[in-house]
C-alpha cells in the first residue's frame, strides 16, 4: 500500500504531537536532511536542516485530505505551530 504524506515543516516536532497524531492512525517523522546548511561545517546533524511530517496509509480523496484536516486542526488546538 501506498503513503500519503503532509504537514511538512522545519524543525522537529515533540513525542507528544506525535501521540495525537497516532490516535488517528498517523506516524510522525522528525528527520535530517543531509549537508549542512548553517555554515558551521556540521558534519552530519546540521540543525538547520531539521525537517517534520506525517505519514499515513494513502487511502484516497477525500480521505486523505479529511485525515489531514483532522490532524493538523487537533495539533493547532494543542499549541502546535503546524
Not at 525537517?51 to 495539533?75: I, S
Request: proline share 5%; glycine share 14%; charged share 20%.
Amino acid at each position: 500500500m501506498s503513503e500519503f504524506h503532509f504537514g511538512v515543516g522545519k524543525g522537529f516536532l515533540p513525542r507528544s504531537a506525535g501521540r495525537i497524531a497516532a490516535k488517528y492512525g498517523v506516524g510522525l517523522v522528525n528527520f535530517y536532511e543531509p549537508g549542512c546548511s548553517c555554515g558551521g561545517n556540521c558534519s552530519q546533524y546540521c540543525p538547520a536542516n531539521k525537517r517534520h511530517w506525517f505519514e499515513a496509509d494513502a487511502r484516497g480523496f477525500p480521505q486523505d485530505d479529511q485525515l489531514a484536516t483532522r490532524v493538523m486542526n487537533e495539533l493547532r488546538e494543542a499549541g502546535f505551530d503546524v
